[in-house]
């Protein structure tokens, strides 16, 4: 059974980070695209960022200037069947709850989903 | 890429519900679609050409017709109630689309 468990969430300052982290089981992790997709509170899906099988290449959202493209980072290690997002300069606008998803094997959607972590960017 | 899904669709229970999701890319790319409930990660409902992932009942479908696609939900069930997204994918640079949602109430 695939499964995919995130943690790291939390509260956070603006101008904090924080690392999230995605534990996958059930599936050859390393054979799979990787994906980090968030809810802000009352709003619909947005993608985050993907990165290929050997974290050689990686993809982010750049769709306006809050963009979490330069702020965001994600990773991974197949060794650990893991799957990181590291988030600096935090804002306001990046809480949501962030969830970690398998990108299909024909690269065009999510296949399988984690639960979701909350972050909250709160002063 | 951009995908346009109405706000909301109601339906009685038993009867069909159609969820439309339009944009340009929808005349060579078929979207996936996740079903959300409360509180719940979105699950995938279907993908590619309409085909179901194992679990999803046979109640679901999806069809297209040009640039629009259309998530069919026969014989609604009090269950089905939740906010449902289309999403598409550029395959080249991977990058990824969702519609706005549609919150489908079954009265």
């Known amino acids: 059974e695939v499964q995919l468990v995130e943690s790291g969430g939390g509260s956070v300052q603006p101008g904090g980070s924080l690392r999230l982290s995605c534990a996958a089981s059930g599936f050859t992790f390393s054979y799979y695209w990787m994906s980090w997709v968030r809810q802000a509170p009352g709003k619909g899906l947005e993608w985050v960022a993907n990165i290929i099988q050997d974290g050689s290449e990686k993809s982010y959202v750049n769709s306006h200037l809050d963009s979490p493209k330069g702020r965001f980072t994600i990773s991974r290690d197949n060794a650990k069947n893991s799957l990181y997002l590291q988030m600096n300069s935090l804002r306001g606008e990046d809480t949501a709850v962030y969830y970690c998803?398998?990108?299909?094997?024909?690269?065009?959607?999510?296949?399988?989903w984690g639960q979701g972590t909350l972050v909250t960017v709160s002063s | 890429y951009e995908l346009t899904q109405p706000p909301s669709v109601s339906v009685s229970p038993g009867q069909t519900a159609r969820i439309a999701c339009s944009g340009d890319?929808?005349?060579?790319?078929?979207p996936y679609w996740y079903q959300q409930k409360p509180g719940q990660a979105p699950v995938l409902v279907i993908f590619?050409?309409?085909e179901r992932p194992s679990g999803i009942p046979e109640r679901f479908s999806g069809s297209s017709s040009g640039t629009t696609v259309t998530l069919t939900i026969s014989g609604v069930q009090a269950e089905d109630e939740a906010d449902y997204y289309c999403q598409v994918a550029d395959i080249i640079d991977t990058s990824v689309t969702f519609g706005g949602g549609t919150k489908l109430t079954v009265l």
């Open positions: 890319v929808l005349s060579k790319q078929f």
């Open positions: 998803a398998r990108f299909s094997s024909g690269r065009d959607g999510f296949d399988f």
């Open positions: 590619k050409d309409g």
